[in-house]
């Protein structure tokens, strides 16, 4: 397992000796994890690194797939109200589930 280390309790938390968290490099955050038989200190994991590492265990299993196709290219503010104008004409699309609920109740 790890090695025992002598900790200091105080009002302010357990203290732990600097010279053991400097071979984790530039930490600012760490991680208490209650285990049955200690208490685990470990850095902060990286929200983006952890996130990196879902996604690639994701797609070893097969959850998530690379699409063959690429993404839509976006759309210019002016295409885009070009395209309101011309289908806002007729009836709102509320009116036409309303009278179809109706033809089927």
């Known amino acids: 397992m790890g090695r025992v280390v002598d900790v200091k309790i105080t009002p302010e938390g357990v203290l ?30 990286d929200l983006g690194q952890l996130h990196d ?3 690639n265990e994701m797609k070893a299993i097969g959850l998530i797939e690379e699409l063959p196709w690429e993404p839509p290219v976006g759309v210019s503010a002016e295409v885009r109200a070009s395209l309101a104008e011309k289908l806002s004409h007729g009836r709102p699309l509320s009116e036409l589930i309303i009278e179809d609920r109706e033809e089927h109740a």
């Open 53 to 55: 590492r879902i996604v």
């Open 16 to 45: 732990i000796p600097h010279p053991l968290l400097e071979a984790w490099g530039d930490i600012q955050e760490v991680e208490v994890e209650q285990r049955a038989d200690a208490l685990v200190v470990k850095p902060k994991a």
